[in-house]
Nanobody, 115 residues
Framework: QVQLVESGGGLVQAGGSLRLSCVAS????????MAWFRQVPGKQRELVAG???????NYADSVQGRFTISRDATKNTVNLQMNSLKPEDTAVYYC?????????WGQGTQVTVSS
């Protein structure tokens, strides 16, 4: 099992930046993969960015070149640096961890981008 705690959401103007952090309750190198998802009301949760245990990353087309996922093993943390934010990035962002075929989720953090 793993518990995940997100932080860093908030309100920002279009073009601005935010950094989300997700702290895991176990060493991140013991986790197969971690990712950030987002969800808006009435829509399915969608993958934003992911990082594997080996460090491979992947991004949704809509955030490629603007968002960067990274990790800090000394703090059991995965971060999402979000630059050039757009109003359509507004959503609740969730941290995800996959361990032994099971998915674990954080409580979510709201990101609101004003135009």
């Amino acid at each position: 099992q793993v518990q995940l705690v997100e932080s860093g959401g908030g309100l920002v103007q279009a073009g601005g930046s935010l950094r989300l952090s997700c702290v895991a309750s176990r060493p991140i190198y013991s986790i197969n993969s971690m990712a950030w998802f987002r969800q808006v009301p009435g829509k399915q949760r969608e993958l934003v960015a992911g990082i594997t245990r080996r460090g491979s990353t992947n991004y949704a087309d809509s955030v490629q070149g603007r968002f960067t996922i990274s990790r800090d093993a000394t703090k059991n943390t995965v971060n999402l640096q979000m630059n050039s934010l757009k109003p359509e990035d507004t959503a609740v962002y969730y941290c995800n961890a996959e361990v032994s075929g099971y998915d674990y989720w954080g409580q979510g953090t709201q990101v609101t981008v004003s135009s």
